[in-house]
């Protein structure tokens, strides 16, 4: 973890940024917390890729599976349309 304060002259670090600095004094900080923030930045900039892409893809699927829905609502229209038409047409035929 970086620290707020610095090590030597007790010095508040954090920045408008929102990250803790090496203070002005030459007080560094650690060195593990910082690959550690780059690490945490590195996993957090992978998530938010594959959030995105994710998002992208199912949005695909998502859509997808509304055409089906909207074109199985049709079929089963047309089935029971062609079901009724051909009834009366059958009855037609037969009165004639
Ligand atoms: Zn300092």
Redesign the pocket.
């Known amino acids: 973890m970086s620290q707020l304060y610095?090590?030597?002259?007790?010095?508040y670090l954090m920045g408008s940024d929102g990250e803790c600095h090496d203070?002005?004094?030459?007080?560094k900080q650690p060195i593990e917390s910082r690959n550690e923030s780059g690490e945490i930045e590195a996993l957090r900039q992978r998530v938010a890729e594959l959030e995105a892409k994710l998002t992208q893809e199912t949005s695909g699927y998502i859509e997808a599976l509304n055409q089906c829905t909207i074109n199985a609502d049709r079929t089963v229209r047309l089935q029971s349309e062609l079901f009724y038409v051909t009834r009366d047409f059958n009855e037609l035929k037969r009165s004639l």
């Open positions: 610095c090590g030597a002259c007790q010095n203070c002005s004094c030459g007080w």
